[in-house]
């Protein structure tokens, strides 16, 4: 490989890690990386491939999952990072639009999320049944929908998590 390859295949890579790792907005991120790689005076004006450009789009998919899973983290529910079931539900909404616009398949994402989902509830419903405070941030009708979202059914949620 070329000094110029390996060069290029290193900005690339970088730039496919900052995507993933970006936070709450992965895409905005890819965005980001697709100007400053091909059109930005100060970056590397690079000819994007679309082997190039499906990297990018597969990071944002990581980087969902990332703040998804870390949402439906049982150990992360007394921690500053977390921030609930009602962010997992903007989140999937998020990843799924994106995944749509670029015709990216979430099979198995979505049922990576849907097996967390689960036992994150059922989790929390143990705890409620322990006398814990519930720490679902969301309405009974915005948990249906992430649940129906995700694939999984309205039987899915755990009777103590059922309100009226």
Same mark, same amino acid.
């Given at each position: 490989m070329?000094? !110029?390859?390996? #060069? =290029? #295949?290193?900005?690339?890579? @970088?730039?496919?890690?900052?995507?993933?790792? %970006? *936070?709450?907005?992965? !895409?905005? /991120?890819?965005?980001?990386?697709?100007?400053?790689?091909?059109?930005?005076?100060?970056?590397? !004006?690079? *000819?994007?491939?679309r $082997? @190039?450009?499906?990297?990018?789009?597969?990071?944002?998919?990581?980087?969902?999952?990332?703040?998804?899973? =870390? @949402? &439906?983290?049982? !150990?992360? =529910?007394?921690? %500053?990072?977390?921030?609930?079931?009602?962010?997992?539900?903007?989140?999937?909404?998020?990843?799924?639009?994106?995944?749509? /616009?670029?015709?990216? %398949?979430?099979? #198995?994402?979505?049922?990576?999320? $849907? $097996?967390? &989902?689960?036992?994150?509830? /059922? *989790? #929390?419903? $143990?705890?409620?049944?322990? *006398?814990?405070?519930?720490?679902?941030?969301? %309405?009974?009708?915005?948990?249906r929908?992430?649940?129906?979202?995700?694939?999984?059914?309205?039987?899915?949620?755990?009777?103590?998590?059922?309100?009226?």
């Open positions: 070329s000094v !110029e390859l390996i #060069e =290029r #295949e290193s900005i690339i890579e @970088d730039e496919v890690l900052i995507v993933e790792t %970006s *936070g709450e907005m992965p !895409e905005v /991120a890819y965005h980001g990386s697709l100007y400053y790689l091909s059109h930005d005076p100060e970056g590397p !004006e690079l *000819g994007l491939a $082997a @190039d450009k499906s990297r990018l789009r597969l990071a944002v998919l990581e980087g969902y999952r990332r703040i998804i899973r =870390r @949402d &439906l983290d049982l !150990e992360n =529910r007394q921690k %500053s990072c977390y921030r609930g079931l009602i962010r997992c539900l903007v989140n999937w909404r998020r990843l799924t639009g994106f995944a749509a /616009a670029h015709r990216l %398949s979430l099979t #198995e994402l979505q049922e990576e999320i $849907a $097996a967390a &989902l689960q036992t994150f509830l /059922a *989790g #929390e419903a $143990a705890d409620i049944r322990r *006398g814990c405070p519930t720490c679902v941030n969301c %309405s009974q009708a915005e948990l929908e992430l649940i129906n979202e995700v694939g999984l059914s309205d039987n899915n949620l755990p009777p103590d998590l059922k309100r009226s």
